[in-house]
């Protein structure tokens, strides 16, 4: 397999994904949302996201609070959703608070 083959950059990807790199994880994750160089997979990358999400990655909890939101993998769940926006928002994340004032401002 060439270095730089879409098949290595995975490779190395997962490895560093499963070693605990919160980056890696969130990589992997938009992989398998996206279906680039592994079978699309929406638990999966919910999966990966979380636990980006959990190591404190902004991104990655804003991420996961819009795929708990939408329900890619699952239920939508906007509560649980919220949480992660706020902790992303707490960290200066510019679309999780984008996201809590949507929510804020919708009926109900």
């Known amino acids: 397999m060439p270095l730089g ?3 290595e950059k995975v490779r190395l ?3 560093d994904a499963e070693r605990g790199e919160a980056r890696a994880q969130r990589h992997l994750a938009n992989r398998y949302l996206r279906g680039k160089g592994v079978p699309e997979d929406p638990e999966l990358a ?3 996201m979380r636990l980006a999400a959990e190591q404190g990655l902004a991104t990655a909890q804003r991420a996961y609070g819009e795929l708990l939101e939408q329900g890619t993998a699952g239920e939508p769940d ?3 959703a919220r949480g992660w926006y706020t902790a992303a928002a707490r960290q200066g994340d510019p679309v999780a608070r984008r996201h809590l004032q949507r929510l804020e401002d919708a009926p109900g």
Do not use: K
Request: aromatic residues 16%.
């Open 5 to 7: 083959s879409d098949e």
């Open 13 to 15: 990807l997962q490895a």
């Open 46 to 48: 919910a999966y990966w």
């Open 78 to 80: 906007p509560r649980a």
